[in-house]
């Protein structure tokens, strides 16, 4: 039996050796790559407006001489003489003609009694004026709220330092330009007159539509006392009091002077930019949550802008006259960033983030063609819209803008 037990002994198999768990962190992933999303606030652009363009007289230009034709002015207008006479037919009916043209017309209208002459003439304008604005106009764009998304690598720590570590990243953003200046410039206004006979009648009211007026009248007899009927009726008669001017102009003079108070020009950019970003991140982690990020790189602006330029005359006499030119531009801008954060974790895989920058980017010019949509007056009487070609223009600057950012970070 002893040796049965021997045997039994040399058989039995070594208790199973229990797992030593002590270097179990070493088996658990780490999160190397960080998301980050979040808001992005950039002070805005700064503009340089400047330039010269036109506005032409929104009226058609009207011939000098013509009689009965169309002719609309900013304080008015004449129009063909309408006027009719009654003919017996000679079997209890009448038909209507038109009177035998005399150069008058009763058909007209004006706005002021300022348009009429001291020597009893009424006179009807047209306005159109180039700028002459030799001055450059700067101005500061409101800063913009916008969006970010970026996304970086940890690639370790650096040997002298435990607490120093360094990524990769890289992100794009987007954000508005907002900028606008508006001021009065010198012009050269341009002034048609065109002067029409009155005929030594005295005009109705202004503002007045003159057309084929009459009134009634009451029939006296020599001692003034009025006339009736066999029913004790007064007698009346109606009586045409229709204010008669010339059809056509008995005189036209055209005249330019230089103002600083009747054109307003308004410059208006706005548009937008992504900016795409990337480069190294120094990390420095005092506390296991806690991490101050610095970093720099390179960055490339894909920028797309629509610049308006509205100009105003504001003339004499009559409404106001609007031109508006406006073009569309995209283009490429490098330039560079210096970035420095605050990040701290919520938990090991989403924390938050708070930071500031600055950048620079260069600048680009947008022009606009301001030949103008209408036709300008001359000292010639000449339709100069397309021999005469006016720009405006802007100077964007992205330089020397800084901001902050703020959001949301997520480990995996």
């Known amino acids: 039996m002893g040796g049965g037990d021997d045997e039994d002994q040399k058989n039995k198999q070594p208790p199973v050796e229990i797992p030593d768990f002590s270097n179990l962190d070493e088996y658990i992933y780490q999160p190397k790559s960080n998301l980050n999303f979040g808001m992005r606030y950039i002070s805005g652009v700064k503009?340089?407006?400047?330039?010269?363009?036109?506005?032409?007289?929104?009226?058609?230009?009207?011939?000098?001489?013509?009689?009965?034709?169309?002719?609309?002015?900013?304080?008015?207008?004449?129009?063909?003489?309408?006027?009719?006479?009654?003919i017996d037919n000679g079997n209890g009916t009448s038909s209507s003609v038109a009177v035998s043209a005399d150069g008058k017309t009763q058909q007209w209208q004006y706005d002021s009694s300022t348009q009429v002459t001291s020597d009893g003439y009424m006179q009807f304008h047209i306005y159109s004026a180039q700028t002459e604005d030799?001055?450059?106009?700067?101005?500061?764009?409101?800063?913009?709220?916008?969006?970010?998304?970026?996304?970086?690598?940890?690639m370790g720590n650096i040997n002298f330092g435990k607490n120093l570590s360094w990524k990769l990243f890289g992100g794009v953003s987007i954000n508005d330009i907002q900028d606008a200046y508006m001021t009065k410039v010198s012009a050269n206004v341009t002034t048609l007159t065109d002067t029409y006979d009155l005929y030594g009648q005295t005009p109705p009211q202004a503002p007045?539509?003159?057309?084929?007026?009459?009134?009634?009248?009451?029939?006296?007899?020599?001692?003034?006392a009025a006339l009736t009927d066999s029913s004790g009726n007064p007698v009346t008669v109606s009586v045409n009091t229709t204010t008669l001017i010339s059809n056509a102009p008995v005189n036209r003079s055209i005249s330019s002077a230089l103002d600083t108070t009747s054109v307003t020009n308004h410059w208006k950019l706005h548009g937008g930019y992504f900016e795409f970003r990337g480069g190294p991140i120094l990390t420095y982690s005092p506390?296991?949550?806690l991490h101050f990020n610095l970093s720099a790189g390179p960055a490339i602006l894909y920028v797309g802008s629509n610049l308006a330029?509205?100009?105003?005359?504001?003339?004499?006499?009559?409404?106001?006259?609007?031109?508006?030119?406006?073009?569309?531009?995209?283009?490429?801008?490098?330039?560079?960033?210096?970035?420095?954060?605050?990040?701290?974790?919520?938990?090991?895989?989403?924390g938050l983030y708070v930071g500031v920058f600055y950048q620079e980017a260069g600048t680009?010019?947008?022009n606009v063609d301001a030949s103008g949509a209408a036709p300008m007056l001359n000292g010639s009487y000449n339709d100069i819209t397309k021999t005469w070609t006016g720009t405006y223009s802007a100077k964007v600057d992205f330089t020397n803008q800084s901001g902050f950012r703020s959001g949301l970070t997520y480990k995996f």
């Open 364 to 366: 680009y010019k947008q």
């Open 134 to 154: 030799a001055l450059s106009h700067s101005s500061s764009g409101k800063g913009t709220l916008g969006m970010e998304l970026t996304s970086s690598r940890d």
């Open 208 to 224: 007045s539509t003159e057309g084929a007026n009459s009134s009634t009248v009451t029939l006296t007899d020599s001692t003034g």
């Open 287 to 289: 506390a296991e949550r």
């Open 309 to 350: 330029v509205t100009s105003v005359l504001a003339p004499a006499a009559g409404n106001q006259t609007v031109e508006t030119a406006a073009s569309d531009k995209s283009i490429l801008l490098f330039g560079g960033f210096v970035d420095a954060t605050v990040q701290y974790d919520l938990n090991e895989r989403a």
């Open 47 to 86: 503009s340089h407006f400047s330039g010269n363009g036109i506005i032409g007289a929104p009226q058609f230009l009207p011939d000098a001489t013509a009689p009965n034709i169309v002719r609309v002015y900013n304080d008015g207008r004449v129009d063909p003489d309408g006027r009719t006479a009654s």
